[in-house]
């Protein structure tokens, strides 16, 4: 449910008719989460500033922007050694065109890049991230189908820093978050990362599609227990879903939103602006 319906209901603040529930029950729809939509909503009440409908949207834009706050420092090459990102995620939700769209952004930005196929659950992902780097024009570190994907991606960062690469972008298997058995490999995949150095891998980022609304959440929960991430892509923001979850990520996790993805081309991959998120997510044109 939209949440631009919020600023018709916000304008029962001028008669006192404001229902509370109905409030609640709209920002939880929307993906924000129940522990954000509570707290909104109870210094919704306690404010002086609210008295009407533009003055509680502008207070709900700056909560929402204020989660992401203070942002990560910007993505750089390390000067010594390959800056490694580990990709994770539930099947279907566009990591491996996710990289590939990182890739060419950090490859047009000036940078080297080294893909490493490690999604050797399906025959089909090796292909799809290697045609992926012909496209591009940067290398892939590939392996044969079912291989161990904790051993490719040790050699691909050995691979990696032997040809003085700024950044390696390590894709896996995408995972029902449920399964314990998966959700252990990936544990292994990071762990084998780290005989190279104990802040291997750098960054750990989940791929989440907007459009699987309070799934995300669930499934951000599960990958961060079990790998500890550092950020958040959202991809589909192009579809149904608005991306609220990153929202309700961020507050319960605190886990930020890197990137979003809104299109299918290779230039669809944009940094995440919490400003330009909020007024996207409450139907808002920009001042």
């Known amino acids: 449910m939209p949440l631009g319906i919020l600023k018709s209901l916000f304008s029962r603040l001028r008669s006192n008719s404001l229902d509370w529930d109905e409030i609640l029950e709209i920002l939880i729809l929307a993906d924000l989460g129940v522990r954000f939509s509570e707290q909104f909503v109870n210094k919704l009440k ?18 929402i922007v204020s989660l992401f706050y203070p942002s990560p420092p910007p993505l750089t090459p390390h000067p010594d050694r390959p800056r490694t990102i580990l990709f994770v995620g539930v099947n279907g939700t566009g990591k491996t065109t996710t990289i590939a769209k990182l890739a060419h952004r950090l490859k047009k930005a000036g940078h080297s890049v080294l893909l490493a196929a490690a999604d050797t659950f399906r025959a089909a992902a090796i292909e799809q991230l290697s045609l992926w780097a012909e496209k591009i024009g940067v290398p892939v570190i590939r392996s044969q189908y079912q291989s161990d994907p904790a ?60 459009t699987t609304g309070s799934n995300c959440l669930s499934q951000a929960k599960e990958f961060h227990e079990a790998v500890g991430l550092t950020g958040v892509i959202l991809t589909k923001m192009d579809g149904s879903g608005k991306g609220g979850a990153a929202a309700a990520i961020r507050h319960e996790l605190g886990i930020p939103t890197r990137f979003i993805a809104n299109g299918e081309n290779l230039e669809s991959l944009h940094p995440f602006d919490p400003e330009n998120y909020a007024n996207s997510l409450l139907e808002l044109t920009p001042a």
């Open 46 to 63: 306690q404010s002086n500033r609210c008295r009407d409908e533009q003055s509680a949207l502008q207070f709900l834009r700056e909560e």
């Open 151 to 210: 051993a490719l991606c040790y050699d691909a960062y050995q691979a990696a820093r032997s040809r003085d690469v700024d950044f390696l972008l390590c894709d896996t298997a995408g995972r029902l978050h449920t399964r314990q058995n998966l959700m252990r490999e990936v544990a292994k995949i990071a762990r084998t990362l780290a005989k190279h150095g104990p802040d291997l891998p750098d960054e750990k980022w989940i791929v989440v599609d907007a």
